[in-house]
């Protein structure tokens, strides 16, 4: 025989409390839970007694309770009750304040409550389960107040169903959202195996004398241990970038001097870039005494080249240089040459054009205008 993971599920309506049981199949009306109960003992407070609210934008597991403070301060200023955050697992973030008459219901219904294990709403057991089950659009319907979740958005609202609808086009909406009740969301937790126990939204009962709640340490320790394995795998990544980066500079330096021996010759000496800017100077001095005006051949070449032009090489002579290149196709080629001739300080010829793969394989000849 299966063995059934059995939840009490305390629920309120008024001044009123129901018992029901869910068996991992389905949720029916109970008893209520034995004096010495083994099982989750999950309390549903009255939604109305919390705002929940739901942060904007991806949020990074270590930053999650920060950002979401963040934004709840900054979105609701004048807020004089305490934000708390919700972050049962992973990227699930639910941000959430409680109302003033809380304390007052947690009072009046003191002694059934001591009988819980979790204290929540049905509307946040909903929100896991519509998580876990990777669903970017719901809805939920509770007492006098219906929600619309779209993405990084809570909609409240109360009406009927045409102001659902409505809210709903206005969102630019298709189709029907996803309806999750308490009973779809027992199922959830159920199949997903999601613990009842992180979704606590009141931590203590406010009394001097009350023991009904303890201070459970297992969940201390298993942080404590969550936190070192974390950071080993923090500093064991951070070296392995290390050597990653090691790895990296090290081919760079080999493709920097390629690029100097073949620019100064197999001896680029002590500072190889200080004789690529003096040789920069003087091709740049070289442009009004005869000699060749490289940059103005490039600065011409550039401008009228198309997007995705690859040069494979040049060479320049006293009177003309040569460019080989590749480009996408004809029509590129035409719209280049056409540029090309516009211009007055250059003669551009085109001496071969071959097809070859991924493009056509030119060669262009630049005679000297002086």
Not at 12 to 24: L, P, S, T, V
Request: charged residues 25%.
């Amino acid at each position: 025989m299966a063995f059934k993971k059995i939840v009490y599920i305390l629920s309120f309506k008024g001044n009123e409390h129901q018992w029901m049981m869910f068996d991992g199949k389905s949720l029916t009306e109970s008893e209520g839970p034995a004096e010495k109960n083994r099982h989750p003992v999950v309390a549903l407070l009255p939604d109305p007694l919390f705002f929940f609210f739901k942060p904007r934008g991806t949020i990074k597991s270590r930053h999650a309770k920060s950002a979401t403070m963040m934004q709840m301060n900054y979105s609701f200023p004048v807020q004089e009750g305490e934000f708390k955050v919700l972050r049962p697992s992973g990227d699930a973030v639910l941000g959430y304040a409680g109302h003033d008459l809380l304390d007052r219901f947690l009072e009046r219904h003191r002694e059934v409550l001591a009988k819980a294990t979790v204290l929540t709403t049905t509307f946040a057991v909903c929100w896991r389960a519509a998580v876990a089950e990777g669903l970017s659009v719901w809805s939920w319907k509770g007492q006098g107040m219906r929600i619309l979740a779209c993405a990084d958005e809570l909609t409240y609202f109360r009406g009927r169903d045409e102001e659902f609808q409505s809210r709903f086009e206005r969102l630019g909406l298709d189709g029907d959202p996803e309806l999750m009740d308490l009973g779809k969301a027992c199922e959830v937790f159920s199949k997903k195996k999601v613990r009842w126990a992180r979704l606590n939204l009141v931590t203590a009962m406010r009394s001097g004398s009350d023991k009904s709640v303890t201070i459970d340490y297992k969940p201390y320790a298993v942080a404590a241990v969550l936190v070192s394995l974390i950071g080993l795998l923090f500093i064991s990544g951070q070296y392995y970038r290390w050597q990653q980066s090691q790895v990296y500079s090290k081919q760079w330096r080999a493709k920097l001097k390629e690029v100097y021996v073949s620019a100064l010759g197999p001896n680029p000496g002590s500072d190889p870039y200080g004789k690529i800017l003096y040789k920069l100077d003087q091709l740049k001095s070289g442009g009004d005494s005869g000699g060749v005006d490289v940059l103005g051949l490039l600065a011409v070449l550039s401008d009228s080249a198309p997007v995705g032009i690859e040069i494979e090489g040049f060479s320049l002579g006293a009177d003309s240089g040569n460019i080989r290149g590749k480009v996408s196709s004809y029509e590129e080629l035409d719209a280049m040459m056409e540029k090309l001739a516009a211009n007055s300080q250059f003669n551009f010829v085109l001496e071969q054009a071959t097809n070859i793969e991924g493009g056509i394989s030119i060669s262009l000849r630049a005679e000297y205008n002086r």
